[in-house]
């Protein structure tokens, strides 16, 4: 978060002490920020809110995509949190199309999806993600403005396609999310966002 804070405008919790043990972060203390998630807030917001909030958020991907992963003193591979076939599709540099035996092995209706995948190349950017970039990890006030992205426990470098993996398999749990990652997102490779997260739904 210290890295987002000092390269970014987006708004993080103030890291206050971290506690180590063995050389392991044991625990982060930080700043209370007396908000609401945009998950709780969400219902009572009107639409002109809702778009503020993905404009915002849309603004805080383009920064996030023009940080330089060389330039990052914390860069280490990690995996997101996945299971099943995403356990070795959604680690850093992963190769998708490697991958494509996994969904033919489901059988109906997955049997022909990996030909949905060959536009998610091997050599895709890596980007700095969050990781888990839901509802439930973002403040906003009572006027409808972000003032806080929480939860950056996943975050590091990945391929520009796995920020909006994750936002699509959370998409459903909030009604109507799903009409506004259109504009938070960057538009490139939709399709293949989509039939990945509609995978894991029924795979797990």
Aim: glycine share 4%; net charge negative.
């Amino acid at each position: 978060m210290r890295y987002i804070a000092e390269n970014t405008t987006i708004p993080v919790p103030q890291i206050c002490n971290v506690e180590t043990h063995a050389g392991d972060i044991k625990s982060i203390l930080m700043n209370y920020i007396n908000d609401r998630t945009l998950e709780d807030a969400w219902s009572d917001m009107t639409p002109s809110q809702k778009i503020s909030v993905a404009q915002e958020l849309h603004g805080f991907i383009v920064q996030l995509r023009d940080l330089n992963h060389r330039s990052d003193p914390t860069r280490k591979g990690q995996k997101l949190p996945e299971t099943h076939i995403w356990d070795s599709m959604m680690s850093p540099g992963c190769d998708v199309q490697t991958n494509a035996h996994s969904f033919t092995s489901l059988g109906s209706p997955f049997h022909d999806t990996h030909h949905q995948l060959p536009l998610i190349h091997r050599k895709d950017k890596l980007v700095f993600t969050h990781g888990d970039l839901a509802p439930r990890n973002i403040l906003v006030s009572q006027e409808g403005h972000v003032t806080a992205v929480l939860d950056w426990e996943y975050a590091g470098w990945y391929p520009e396609w796995c920020e909006a993996v994750k936002a699509y398999e959370f998409c459903n749990d909030l009604p109507g999310w799903t009409a506004y990652l259109s504009v938070i997102l960057p538009p490139s490779h939709a399709t293949e966002y989509m039939t990945i997260a509609l995978a894991t739904r029924f795979v797990r």
